[in-house]
């Protein structure tokens, strides 16, 4: 699995399978393809505009484990900011009234 990082202008990273890997005899170059497990086709649609590969430049990392649903947290709050600053406040509040 590879972590797609930014696909057109996003700031949170994706964790999506390959399902093709391309090498390029002349340059030994490798492109990619990969697909969420969501979705019904490949991720050429969150590419940007005309990609239609994805280059080593492209991936960030490799995943070595997963825990279930953890992603949804950072997509919540990342479109609902109010929750993310709830949950800052209420942190923040038990750590001030927390006794050691």
């Known amino acids: 699995m590879l972590r797609l990082c930014n696909g057109r202008g996003r700031e949170i990273p994706i964790v999506h399978r390959v399902i093709e890997v391309h090498e390029r005899e002349d340059s030994r170059a490798v492109d990619v393809l990969t697909k969420g ?29 997963f825990l279930p649903y953890v992603g949804w947290v950072t997509i919540i709050m990342t479109e609902k900011p109010i929750i993310k600053y ?8 038990l ?4 006794k050691e």
Do not use: E, F, K, P
């Not at 590419?47 to 490799?62: D, F, K, P, S, T």
């Not at 709830?86 to 509040?93: D, E, H, P, Y």
């Not at 750590?95 to 927390?98: G, K, L, N, R, Y």
């Open 37 to 65: 497990d969501n979705n019904y086709g490949d991720d050429r649609l969150l590419y940007a505009h005309g990609q239609l590969w994805l280059q080593r430049h492209h991936i960030m990392g490799r995943a070595v484990g």
């Open 86 to 93: 709830v949950l800052i406040g209420a942190l923040g509040l």
């Open 95 to 98: 750590v001030i009234t927390s």
